[in-house]
């Protein structure tokens, strides 16, 4: 069953804390991209790999961090120094040509 | 900078009408443009990508145009059911490079018996 996971589905933590949200995919596509989500507001790009070992900043990567080690793995670290961490994350990863992305269930982050 | 614009932010329909969605941008150099359908609390469903070649894409009861030159996109339903309720995204992607999307804020849709 082809698809994009992320894990866990709901994140709670306390302010100053690190913390890595997981993303899998199973589709073989090269590109990978995390977004941010806040209500009222459009999804935000906040990093994207086109491939294994590379990955570029998208408009807010300020207080994220990412790795592209597996083409199937791009899991994103929200780190201390984000200043607003509570959101919903949506990863999602694409195919080569046409540039359509699919997108996993998401994962609900909330710091206080 | 490309702006994606959605409107109406919200609308209510009795089932079985037929209704049309609107997506604009501003800038119209774009590779595609993608809708997707996004449930409460969940992730993003894609249900129509048109490339920047196209006019139209049909899937089922969807049907999307696109109208390049002047920024436009719209997103058609035909006999709605209320399984349709959700809330209705558009992206564009832009021609020259990269991989971004740019994204709309959304049409909350809801369909009422």
């Known amino acids: 069953d082809g698809g994009i996971t992320q894990s866990p589905k709901y994140l709670f933590r306390k302010e100053g804390q690190n913390v890595t949200l997981s993303c899998e995919q199973n589709l073989n596509h090269d590109a990978m991209y995390w977004y941010r989500q806040d209500p009222g507001q459009g999804l935000r790009l906040i990093y994207y790999s086109q491939i294994v070992n590379d990955f570029q900043k998208g408009d807010i990567a300020e207080g994220y961090s990412v790795s592209r080690e597996k083409k199937e793995s791009f899991p994103l670290t929200v780190t201390s120094a984000q200043k607003n961490p509570t959101a919903f994350y949506l990863c999602?990863?694409?195919?080569?040509?046409?540039?359509?992305?699919?997108f996993g269930p998401g994962t609900r982050l909330t710091v206080t | 900078k490309q702006e994606v614009t959605q409107i109406p932010a919200a609308l209510s329909v009795p089932e079985g009408e037929n209704l049309v969605l609107n997506c604009s941008f501003t800038d119209s150099a774009i590779y595609n443009l993608q809708w997707f359908r996004q449930d409460p609390g969940k992730g993003l469903t894609s249900l129509l990508l048109i490339q920047s070649s196209q006019r139209e894409q049909t899937s089922g009861r969807l049907n999307a145009s696109l109208d390049k030159s002047s920024g436009r996109s719209t997103l058609y339903i035909a006999a709605s059911q209320p399984g349709d309720s959700a809330t209705y995204l558009c992206a564009v992607k832009e021609a020259g490079g990269g991989n971004k999307l740019t994204f709309g804020t959304g049409t909350q849709l809801k369909v009422e018996l």
């Open positions: 999602a990863s694409g195919e080569g040509r046409s540039y359509e992305q699919y």
